[in-house]
């Protein structure tokens, strides 16, 4: 019969064991064979469970988020919605700055910060401070993913290298934002609208006569944020087979060339003879050397262009998208009234339309001017017409269908109360995004501290009482 433990040194196991448990690192186990193609042969049997119902995309993976601002967060942010535990580290008292700024709510947390940081937690650190590096080193030890978007070599300067890093956890995958690649400008801060023009977004949008324009899409930040999302996740996925962690770098200038890459496409044709499908060319302006900004032109080989719509005098949205697609001409035609076109050979193919779109979309203005966007949309969506109302911020805000789909969410939070927000726009059938509030600052900095990283009471009191999780008193600041 085995011998009966003492109580005591039951209690001490099972502490260390859950203590273990705790700082216990995700483990992806590598396939134990792959095959030619380097695809598992062993991947478990398919789930039994109803889709939506078997955990999320991520779970398992955690992130020690340590991004500011927008780039990052929006990362972060999207691996939170498939299911990663993102813990956010921010400076004590402060916290990301974009808390306390275009605030709305007197007290409360900014719709910037709290529209960009759903489903993680908040944790407190002062990175500079020792038991600070005590925490971070113990988070390091535990997460998967470091992120960071801070300015070109803070994160060294908190002595967080790749090395130092890399020599904690091997499998750490370190992802960056940084403004540019490596090169001339690789040590200059970066935000949006920077990155817009460095990027060949604002030098091609606008109107010819006018200057570069910046667009409200933030493609800089937010775009290079999805950019460095997919970094992430393949990196992870590589990590199965590899079992070490790399490095993941999303240049702001990269991500918006990535996204302006028609634009270099039209660059090169524009070498070889003028681009006919601006609008540019049918007026008989002629090209230069750089590719030109083409106003609302479409972007690709279909003529298009913003027509008013009726209201336009007191409703500044009132207008549509309206796309003269080739195959779609003769119910183009019947629509507005000019069956003649169908058959006039000035009108009847592409080619004899490019020297006068602008008369031609001025004759369909005509026309749409008669009717609202959203009547504009019907007629025409129901003859194969491509057209598009240009919908307000209110309207989509409205919009019944976005809500249903989750795109638009209503989301609680205790200081603010109740706001919109975007929820997440990318749809898996078996990983089901529920948006939840954005933290408070340092809202889960004890249960980071004990339930995560496993510290004892003794040690949290320590670590707090050092004073490298809460702001320096003011008092000690005068002093
Ligand atoms: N504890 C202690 N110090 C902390 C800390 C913490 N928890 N978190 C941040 N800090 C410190 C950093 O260590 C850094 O200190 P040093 O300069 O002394 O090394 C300092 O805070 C400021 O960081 P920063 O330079 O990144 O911040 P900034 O406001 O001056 O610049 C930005 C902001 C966005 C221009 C810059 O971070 C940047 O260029 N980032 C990369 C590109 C990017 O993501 N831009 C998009 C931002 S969204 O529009």
Redesign the pocket.
């Known amino acids: 019969m085995a011998k009966k433990k003492p109580q005591k040194a039951k209690q001490a196991k099972a502490k260390t064991a859950a203590k273990k448990s705790a700082r216990k690192v995700v483990k992806f186990t590598a396939p134990k064979k792959a095959n030619g193609n380097g695809k598992s042969n062993n991947l478990p049997k398919p789930s039994s469970k109803p889709y939506g119902q078997d955990g999320k995309a991520l779970t398992g993976v955690r992130i020690l988020d340590?991004t500011?601002?927008?780039?990052?967060p929006t990362c972060t942010q999207l691996l939170a919605w498939f299911g990663a535990d993102v813990i956010k580290?921010?400076?004590?008292g402060v916290g990301d700055?974009t808390r306390g700024q275009l605030r709305d709510v007197p007290g409360a947390d900014s719709l910037y910060f709290t529209m960009l940081n759903h489903n993680k937690r908040s944790i407190t650190?002062?990175?500079?401070h020792p038991q600070?590096m005590r925490v971070l080193n113990a988070l390091i030890k535990t997460c998967d993913v470091l992120v960071e978007?801070?300015?070109?070599?803070?994160l060294d300067?908190?002595g967080l290298t790749w090395d130092y890093i890399h020599k904690l956890n091997p499998r750490m995958i370190v992802a960056s934002?940084?403004?540019f690649g490596p090169g001339p400008y690789e040590d200059?801060?970066?935000?949006?609208n920077v990155a817009q023009c460095a990027g060949g977004a604002a030098s091609t949008t606008g109107f010819r006569e006018g200057p570069p324009l910046v667009t409200g899409a933030q493609i800089?930040?937010s775009g290079t944020g999805l950019h460095l999302a997919l970094g992430i996740v393949s990196a992870l996925y590589q990590r199965i087979r590899s079992g070490r962690g790399q490095k993941v770098l999303c240049a702001?200038q990269d991500g918006v060339l990535n996204l302006a890459r028609v634009k270099l496409r039209d660059q090169q044709r524009i070498a070889k003879g003028p681009l006919t499908e601006y609008s540019q060319y049918g007026e008989g302006v002629p090209f230069g050397k750089a590719v030109p900004r083409a106003g609302n032109d479409s972007g690709g080989g279909q003529p298009g262009w913003i027509l008013k719509c009726k209201g336009w005098e007191s409703d500044p949205d009132a207008y549509t998208y309206f796309i003269t697609q080739a195959p779609a001409w003769g119910a183009i035609c019947d629509v507005i009234g000019k069956p003649e076109w169908k058959t006039d050979p000035d009108y009847a193919t592409p080619k004899a339309r490019l020297p006068k779109l602008k008369a031609i979309f001025a004759t369909i203005e005509q026309w749409t001017m008669t009717k609202t966007k959203f009547e504009v949309m019907d007629i025409c969506n129901a003859v194969d017409i491509p057209v598009g109302p240009i919908l307000s911020m209110k309207e989509i805000a409205e919009d019944e269908s976005l809500r249903k789909t989750g795109t638009v969410v209503e989301v609680d939070h205790p200081t603010r109360g109740k706001y919109l927000s975007v929820g997440n726009p990318i749809k898996l059938s078996d990983s089901i995004s529920e948006v939840k509030r954005s933290p408070l600052l340092g809202e889960h900095t004890d249960e980071i501290l004990t339930d995560v990283l496993g510290f004892k009471a003794n040690e949290v009191a320590e670590i707090k009482n050092s004073g490298a999780l809460s702001a320096p008193k003011k008092e000690e600041k005068a002093a």
């Not at 650190?125 to 500079?128: E, F, G, M, N, R």
């Open positions: 340590f500011h601002v927008q780039s990052g580290v921010e400076r004590p700055i650190i002062d990175s500079k600070g978007n801070f300015a070109p070599g803070a300067r908190m934002v940084k403004g200059c801060k970066v935000y949006e800089g930040d702001m």
